[in-house]
């Protein structure tokens, strides 16, 4: 059972569109992580949002946390095929981190 | 610097042998994480070591058991496989004294197929 509920479960767009994903949850958390993953290879951390409300921009990604600590999104603007990969939401549990099932998102130049 | 590195990457077994996966740690990290991700789902938190101690434990059973040996690198068991077990192993590091050991850097994982 996955603690946190990720969506879309896929995603596929064109190069130069925007798009934007979600993490939600009824738990609370201290904080809350993205990362991305691509085929053959592990997870790697995006970011780290911390306080209720906190946006972060990384490049052409922007992420928010829910004013709740509950939730979380992450825009991108004008994808590129470099994009494509797992993005996974994780929360900081006790001692660890529990991830969503992640979104597929696949960007066709 | 060498980061996560974990070995065997791939594996082939049958239902019922067992297997030992091993992890290496990035340079200064002291605190290893082991997570199973199935195909198409994220990954789901085996145990955590530190201090050669497992200090926190998911929701896996008994035969799966971990070790954190003097030089932080550490090793994750898992007896009796089952089909289910097929899946892609993941080893995180962390560091307690940074950013509270939250900032988890990932090895390239260990794909395990059970027959």
């Known amino acids: 059972t996955q603690l946190l509920e990720q969506s879309p479960q896929f995603l596929s767009i064109q190069e130069g569109e925007n798009l934007t994903v979600y993490c939600n949850s009824s738990s609370v958390f201290s904080s809350l992580q993205w990362y991305r993953q691509e085929p053959g290879e592990g997870p790697v951390l995006l970011v780290t949002v911390v306080t209720g409300g906190e946006v972060k921009k990384l490049k052409r990604l922007t992420f928010q946390f829910g004013d709740a600590r509950k939730d979380s999104s992450l825009h991108i603007t004008a994808a590129q095929p470099g994009d494509t990969g797992l993005y996974l939401c994780a929360g900081a549990g006790n001692n660890d981190m529990r991830f969503g099932a992640g979104t597929r998102l696949t960007v066709k130049p | 610097d060498a980061g996560v590195t974990q070995s065997p990457t791939h594996l082939i077994k049958t239902r019922g042998q067992q297997v030992t996966l091993r992890c290496s740690p990035k340079?200064?990290?002291?605190?290893v994480s082991w997570y199973q991700q199935a195909l198409g789902q994220g990954p789901q938190f085996i145990f955590q070591y530190y201090e050669e101690e497992e200090r926190q434990r998911g929701n896996f059973p008994d035969r799966f058991s971990g070790h954190q040996f003097p030089n932080y690198s550490s090793e994750l068991n898992v007896n009796a496989l089952l089909l289910g077990d097929s899946a892609l192993y993941l080893c995180?590091?962390?560091?307690?004294?940074?950013?509270?050991?939250?900032?988890?850097?990932f090895g390239s994982g260990t794909q395990l197929s059970v027959l």
């Open positions: 340079s200064g990290h002291d605190t």
């Open positions: 995180a590091s962390s560091s307690l004294t940074d950013r509270g050991g939250l900032e988890l850097f």
